[in-house]
């Protein structure tokens, strides 16, 4: 049963979302298209897929998926084609693939397979060799890296949904499976991860980013990625950081309570990559001068001030990411707002300690709104019991 995408019909569309953030992306997409339906149609446990059958321009609806993008709905795509299980069903897949892509069959292709509750013996990437291969064999040619159309299959319990994308077309959605399969790049942690997709999705120019203020900062995987990218940064976490790490891509101070001074000192001593490392107590004076990063090595209380921050001149970037609830989080970021330029950005992951999605949504709109504008959220696939909130200082 072939459905390929028609202008003006009513089209079939696959959605995922995180399977704890379901509710809330159900509602967002009946807001987004009241007339449509949206079906529940399989789940693991780390997704939930719906089905939405949405009339009108595939065109239209595809670019206003992209231009407003989703706060809770990681994958949004076309249904090509929808196979009912049946025994045979990866020689029915292939049928199908010939079929979808033969327009135009110079184009490079890729297949991603995405298991979600369909039992086989085979992994996903053994499908995707499987498909891959017989697809190639009558003359279509794979791109792993750079491929000009995707194919994804998507097994459900009861069927398989097919979606071809051309990559030149800007994404739909951050692309889960991409991020999923992404293979370990030059990193401290998978946190860094979570950084980089807040300012893919959230569109920050860091060109205008010249020094960022990084609020739970250990061990220091924001901190790494806004360091590599030249940006000036002051790190605050009372934990260490991983200084061998930072101190590849920038010049250390860590700055610390008197009486830790000088036993940090003497360790550094002792190692000698971190032999380039400066230490000093918190009552020095300390400026960015020679330094590329400034760790405070100190807990920020939302009612008390480090008064160090306030002598190291304004931020354009302040990120959070302390492992503390909606309410608590918007303090700290409304408190810093004075040590920010206008414009500057916000980045802060928000952590999800009750199911009330709901409810923390409203706290942080209600909040950041006093300083910030422009408040956005956003489920990010690097996110875990948490959200990420983004906002531009007034
Ligand atoms: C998830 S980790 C941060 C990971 C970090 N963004 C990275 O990329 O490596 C959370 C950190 O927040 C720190 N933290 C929690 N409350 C804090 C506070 N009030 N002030 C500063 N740091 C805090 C913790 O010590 C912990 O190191």
Partial sequence: MKNPVNKMAKNTYIIFTDRRFAQTAYKELKNRFP??????????????VFIGEIEGDAEEILYNVRTKKFSFVDIFMPVNARLGIMKEI?????????????????????????????RTELKAKEIEILIGE???????????????REAFIVFLEKEVLISVIDTDKEKYILDYFREENK???????????????????????????????????????????????????????????????LSEVAKLLVITDPEETENLKKITKKVPELNLMDVSDINTIADFG????????????????????????????????ANIPAKECSYIANSLSELLNHGAFLVMTVKLTTRNINGYIRVINEELSKMYYGVSIKKLPYNREEFTAFAVRK
Avoid: C, M
């Fill in 35 to 48: 007339e449509s339906e949206f079906f529940r149609s399989g789940e693991n446990r780390e997704i939930r």
């Fill in 90 to 118: 990866h020689e029915e897949i292939i049928e199908t693939l010939k079929s979808l892509l033969k327009n135009e069959q110079d184009k490079s292709f890729k297949i991603e397979v995405k298991k979600v509750d369909f």
């Fill in 134 to 148: 017989a697809l190639e064999r009558s003359g279509f040619r794979v791109d792993l890296d750079a491929p000009e």
């Fill in 183 to 245: 293979k370990r790049q030059n990193v401290v942690n998978r946190s860094e991860f979570k950084l980089r997709e807040a300012i893919k999705f959230f569109g920050i120019d860091l060109t205008k980013v010249q020094k960022a203020l990084d609020i739970g900062a250990a061990p220091g995987g924001w901190t790494h990625y806004l360091a590599e990218q030249g940006i000036k940064i002051a790190a605050v976490d009372n934990a260490l950081l991983s200084y061998a790490r």
């Fill in 290 to 321: 020679k330094y590329g990063i400034i760790h405070i090595k100190a807990n920020l209380q939302p009612d008390k001030k480090i008064e160090l921050l306030q002598k190291l001149g304004k931020f354009d970037l302040l990120t959070i990411d």
